[in-house]
T-cell receptor
Framework: DTAVSQTPKYLVTQMGNDKSIKCEQN?????MYWYKQDSKKFLKIMFS???????INETVPNRFSPKSPDKAHLNLHINSLELGDSAVYFC????????????????FGNGTRLTVT | GQNIDQPTEMTATEGAIVQINCTYQ??????LFWYQQHAGEAPTFLSY????GLEEKGRFSSFLSRSKGYSYLLLKELQMKDSASYLC??????????????FGIGTKLQVIP
């Protein structure tokens, strides 16, 4: 059973285009994230949603717009793609961090490798 | 803000023991994770520490000292398949009780015969 699934796995597109990446989790988690991993392999948080509400927005350009239609889905839309957007984008989820879930880790999807030419 | 430091690369011999260090500075510290990431794959969870001391899980152990802002991951009886990047990640509490998990740059471990 796939826990966190994101599509597509690979995305090759030209500068200026608009593209979307989809993410779904079947773990019943309340919190979902988007992370960007650049060519130096640095994994940097972009957004976090808790039960459809945006709770973290890490100074990401406005060209990036996350959308969470329900707590099991978190999609990422990118407008006017630039060369510097080329990276691997990881979706992740975790339970709401209460006393009973204090040691719950993030569960990652397999990543979407975006190449902008 | 947060600052997480770990060596970028390490090399160790098959069958040996290797220790990967991580130092951090953060406010609202609420736990430290270690993840393993093989090339081209997603990070996978290895261990979690929130109290001082050692947590052991088979060949892998993780240690935390909150007062020193220091953790290490210990890998014993190294196998070739342990060649991967090891990511130190710190969870911190934010306003409203929400949590944020910040990753270090990762340590690329190469295991040689």
């Amino acid at each position: 059973d796939t826990a966190v699934s994101q599509t597509p796995k690979y995305l090759v597109t030209q500068m200026g285009n608009d593209k979307s990446i989809k993410c779904e989790q079947n773990l019943g988690h309340d919190t979902m994230y988007w992370y960007k991993q650049d060519s130096k392999k640095f994994l940097k948080i972009m957004f976090s949603y808790n039960n459809k509400e945006l709770i973290i927005n890490e100074t990401v350009p406005n060209r990036f717009s996350p959308k969470s239609p329900d707590k099991a889905h978190l999609n990422l839309h990118i407008n006017s793609l630039e060369l510097g957007d080329s990276a691997v984008y990881f979706c992740a989820s975790s339970p709401w961090t209460g006393i009973e879930n204090y040691n719950s880790p993030l569960h990652f999807g397999n990543g979407t490798r975006l190449t902008v030419t | 803000g947060q600052n997480i430091d770990q060596p970028t690369e390490m090399t160790a011999t098959e069958g040996a023991i290797v220790q990967i260090n991580c130092t951090y500075q953060t406010s609202g510290f609420n736990g430290l994770f270690w993840y393993q990431q093989h090339a081209g794959e997603a990070p996978t969870f290895l261990s979690y520490n929130v109290l001082d001391g050692l947590e052991e899980k088979g060949r892998f152990s993780s240690f935390l000292s909150r007062s020193k802002g220091y953790s290490y991951l210990l890998l014993k009886e190294l196998q070739m398949k342990d060649s991967a990047s090891y990511l130190c990640a710190v969870r911190s509490a934010r306003y409203g009780g929400y949590q944020k998990v910040t990753f270090g740059i990762g340590t690329k471990l190469q295991v040689i015969p």
